[in-house]
């Protein structure tokens, strides 16, 4: 079974401050990995997903498959980074079943 | 385009009732897919369906059950209501032909609270 794990469940960091929020995932086959996001009184939306490489807002996220680690990183924080991030782990096969970590706040001190 | 969109927003009910949930999803979307989010935890997967059926089910007893319509909408159905079923109810849409990695479209949500 896959499981998806964030260790932090608050970062607090000041604006311009590097980000890093810590993912870890655990399945045995290769997943494909995402970030999504839920900014206050907004719906959870995807940030960024691996296969697609690309920076969304400023944040990069690089699979790492020897350390199972998926963090979102950031070079320098913006006030209205401040949201809940969750990290999301999906299976190959056709089928969407999308694993969710318990989430991060993130909470960027002006 | 009013994306995905769930019904009703809030709902109270008590232990032992039953209680069905509404979703329509986002406009050329044909999968839906359940999710249960308890305080301060993540999105549990309750299950998915696609083309009219239940293609995938996450670790949730026969008490959740569900419905797609030709139309893509999704009803979620909870019999014999607990207590610990009390949370936020997310549906969410894709695409179910391109495979494995089409990113879900979520809805608001339905807060369920059962007294």
């Known amino acids: 079974a896959q499981r998806v794990t964030q260790p932090e469940k608050l970062l607090s960091v000041f604006k311009g401050a590097p980000v890093e929020l810590k993912c870890n995932y655990s399945y045995s086959g290769s997943p494909e990995l995402f970030w999504y996001v839920q900014y206050s009184r907004q719906r959870l939306q995807l940030l960024l997903r691996?296969?697609s490489r690309e920076s969304i807002k400023g944040f990069t996220a690089d699979l790492n498959k020897g350390e199972t680690s998926f963090h979102l990183k950031k070079p320098f924080a913006q006030e209205e980074d401040s949201a809940m991030y969750y990290c999301?782990?999906?299976?190959?096969?056709?089928?969407?079943?999308?694993?969710f970590g318990t989430g991060t706040k993130l909470q960027v001190i002006p | 385009d009013a994306g995905v969109t769930q019904s009703p927003t809030h709902l109270i009910k008590t232990r032992g009732q039953q209680v069905t949930l509404r979703c329509s999803p986002k406009s050329g979307h044909d999968t839906v897919s359940w999710y249960q989010q308890a305080l301060g935890q993540g999105p549990q997967f309750i299950f998915q369906?696609?083309?009219?059926?239940?293609?995938q089910r996450g670790n949730f007893p026969d008490r959740f059950s569900g419905h797609q319509f030709p139309n893509y909408s999704s009803e979620l159905n909870v019999n014999a209501l607990l207590l610990g079923d009390s949370a936020l109810y997310l549906c969410a849409s894709s695409l179910g032909g391109q495979g494995a990695h089409s990113p879900l479209h979520f809805g608001n949500g339905t807060r369920l609270t059962v007294t």
């Open positions: 369906y696609y083309e009219e059926e239940e293609r």
């Open positions: 999301a782990l999906s299976t190959p096969g056709g089928y969407q079943k999308v694993t």
């Open positions: 691996h296969i």
